[in-house]
């Protein structure tokens, strides 16, 4: 059974820094292409970053371009979300997801495992 699970989130004040991290078990990780989501209270779940299998290629939703980073490490079957310069309208529940077969792809459809999100709130 696959299973993800996300850490590093919790309470900062705008203009400072996350790293949330996502350890997957059950598949081999270099697999997988792996993304990050967000969903803010009353919002859709939506596209923040991700990173192709072996780590070489990565996008981005705009709203995050220049601020956040994304990246993989496969001996530990982790992926991370570097988040600086954070907004206040960066405050959601983000989620690591892990796709099969659509590798970089930005549309939670294509996802195939989430894990249970961690909660980021930026203060102002």
């Known amino acids: 059974q696959v299973q993800l699970v996300e850490s590093g989130g919790g309470l900062v004040q705008a203009g400072g820094s996350l790293r949330l991290s996502c350890v997957i078990s059950?598949?081999?990780?270099?697999?997988?292409?792996m993304g990050w989501f967000r969903q803010a209270p009353g919002k859709e779940r939506e596209f923040v970053a991700a990173?192709?299998?072996?780590?070489?290629?990565?996008s981005f939703a705009d709203s995050v371009k220049g601020r956040f980073s994304i990246s993989r490490d496969n001996a530990k079957n982790t992926v991370y979300l570097q988040m600086n310069s954070l907004k206040p309208e960066d405050t959601a529940v983000y989620y690591c997801?892990?796709?099969?077969?659509?590798?970089?792809?930005?549309?939670?459809?294509?996802?195939?495992?989430w894990g249970q999100g961690t909660q980021v709130t930026v203060s102002s």
């Open positions: 997801a892990a796709t099969l077969d659509y590798s970089g792809s930005v549309y939670t459809c294509q996802y195939d495992y």
């Open positions: 059950g598949r081999t990780f270099s697999s997988v292409g």
């Open positions: 990173i192709s299998r072996s780590g070489a290629r990565t």
